[in-house]
């Protein structure tokens, strides 16, 4: 089994950054990819954006582009999510993912989540 913790969320002001945090433990070597999904008021389930063990990305929609950087520390088990220019249409709880499955940004793939972080954006 593996365990994922997300940290780093909070609220903050339009234009703002965050930076969340995913931790991740147990049988963390059977870890192929790892992601982060959202989810605002309402909505579906959406991906932000994936890496693989060597780094390879994976980014999905034109909301993250440019505004938000997916990075890896593999010695600590941990993915972050850099997001800068925030938007109010940011505001979601955001969930690390972790999968087994080369890179993928389908959420069905995905065989362990957080508990997810709330990211909150005012104007």
């Known amino acids: 089994q593996v365990q994922l913790v997300e940290s780093g969320g909070g609220l903050v002001q339009a234009g703002g950054s965050l930076r969340l945090s995913c931790a991740a433990s147990g049988r963390t070597l059977s870890i192929r990819t790892m992601a982060w999904f959202r989810q605002g008021p309402g909505k579906e389930r959406e991906s932000v954006a994936a890496?693989?063990?060597?780094?390879?990305?994976?980014a999905y929609g034109d909301f993250v582009k440019g505004r938000f950087t997916i990075s890896r520390d593999n010695d600590k088990n941990t993915v972050y999510l850099q997001m800068n220019s925030l938007k109010p249409e940011d505001t979601a709880v955001y969930y690390c993912a972790a999968t087994r499955e080369l890179i993928t940004n389908i959420r069905d793939s995905y065989d362990y989540w957080g508990q997810g972080t709330q990211v909150t954006v005012s104007l």
């Open positions: 890496i693989d063990r060597g780094g390879g990305i994976l």
